[in-house]
């Protein structure tokens, strides 16, 4: 069974960083593309970040030139360095990662990670 396991939120002031980290563990044969996606309350799930593969990223225009998603292959791990924090990066932030396993290849999702920007 696959796991995405997230780390790194927690409670920050504005203007401040934290860097979340999301390990794919149990049995895969590859990982493809990769992403963070946030949730506010009240509010639907949006795309945060993506990466491919390759490293091709992308990013949602809230986010740009303050968050730097990178990816370790080699570690199976995705990361996401948010830098100038602000109030409304609050959020439930969620790894999420395309995955080819013996039953095929779909989508995998982290349990959540809390990011709350705050002073």
């Known amino acids: 069974q696959v796991q995405l396991v997230e780390s790194g939120g927690g409670l920050v002031q504005p203007g401040g960083s934290l860097r979340l980290s999301c390990v794919v563990s149990?049995?895969?044969?590859?990982?493809?593309?990769m992403g963070w996606y946030r949730q506010a309350p009240g509010k639907q799930r949006e795309l945060v970040a993506a990466?491919?593969?390759?490293?091709?990223?992308n990013y949602a225009d809230s986010v740009k030139g303050r968050f730097t998603i990178s990816r370790d292959n080699a570690k199976n791990t995705v990361y996401l360095q948010m830098n100038s924090l602000k109030p409304e990066d609050t959020a439930v932030y969620y790894c999420?990662?395309?995955?080819?396993?013996?039953?095929?290849?779909?989508?995998?999702w982290g349990q959540g990670t809390q990011v709350t920007v705050s002073s």
């Open positions: 149990r049995n895969m044969f590859r990982i493809y593309g």
């Open positions: 999420n990662a395309v995955i080819e396993t013996y039953g095929g290849r779909r989508d995998y």
């Open positions: 990466i491919t593969s390759g490293g091709s990223t």
